[in-house]
T-cell receptor, first 118, second 117 residues
Framework: DVKVTQSSRYLVKRTGEKVFLECVQDMDHENMFWYRQDPGLGLRLIYFSYDVKMKEKGDIPEGYSVSREKKERFSLILESASTNQTSMYLC?????????????????FGEGSRLTVL | AQKITQTQPGMFVQEKEAVTLDCTYDTSDQSYGLFWYKQPSSGEMIFLIYQGSYDEQNATEGRYSLNFQKARKSANLVISASQLGDSAMYFCAMRETRISGTYKYIFGTGTRLKVLA
């Protein structure tokens, strides 16, 4: 089974702190994604990566950056956390190769990281 | 712009009855994919069902079926014989292909389903 692991389920940080959210997948997936989930807004794409060291901005990249130095790991960075970044953050991955999951293109999600910025 | 609309913020259904969760989408692409995910209170996103834009048959997976009406741009999820464990948030999503050839996934705002005993 595909496993996507997010390093922290719950984090509490202070305004202005630098925050790292880590995501690791164990199925050699090429594509990885970071979303934030807020009530009434659904999931909104922050950044995604289609290969090592490759990234594209999503719909709400402001205030965030990402790093993908290794295929299995995709990190979300909040350079200077603000209270409006309090949210649930979801990491996901998908294969860029062949097979059933490539045909469907389903995303595999981690359990989420709930970040509170005080 | 591509968009997913889920107009039902919350729904109730009696156990063992069927329920339909609505989803409409907007895209100018010819090739796209539609998905439904379930998110229980524990938070993990569980993939339920997929429909490709060129698939002529409606997708089915066990008690889940996707009522795909391409001309109306709707992709409603039907859950038959509801169970208490179906109580969760449900998200409709669409995959689009960007000019760069990469994939982007857009999600709706979700429908919270409560199954009543």
């Amino acid at each position: 089974d595909v496993k996507v692991t997010q390093s922290s389920r719950y984090l509490v940080k202070r305004t202005g702190e630098k925050v790292f959210l880590e995501c690791v997948q164990d199925m050699d997936h090429e594509n990885m994604f970071w979303y934030r989930q807020d009530p009434g807004l659904g999931l909104r794409l922050i950044y995604f990566s289609y290969d090592v060291k490759m990234k594209e901005k999503g719909d709400i990249p402001e205030g965030y950056s990402v790093s993908r130095e290794k295929k299995e790991r995709f990190s979300l960075i909040l350079e200077s956390a603000s209270t409006n970044q309090t949210s649930m953050y979801l990491c996901a991955s998908r294969t860029g190769g062949w097979g059933r999951t490539a045909n469907t293109g389903e995303l595999f999600f981690g359990e989420g990281s709930r970040l509170t910025v005080l | 712009a591509q968009k997913i609309t889920q107009t039902q913020p919350g729904m109730f259904v009696q156990e063992k009855e069927a329920v339909t969760l609505d989803c409409t989408y907007d895209t100018s692409d010819q090739s796209y994919g539609l998905f439904w995910y379930k998110q229980p209170s524990s938070g993990e996103m569980i993939f339920l069902i997929y429909q490709g834009s060129y698939d002529e048959q409606n997708a089915t997976e066990g008690r889940y079926s996707l009522n795909f009406q391409k001309a109306r741009k709707s992709a409603n999820l039907v859950i038959s014989a509801s169970q208490l464990g179906d109580s969760a948030m449900y998200f409709c999503a669409m995959r689009e292909t960007r000019i760069s050839g990469t994939y982007k996934y857009i999600f709706g705002t979700g429908t919270r389903l409560k199954v009543l005993a």
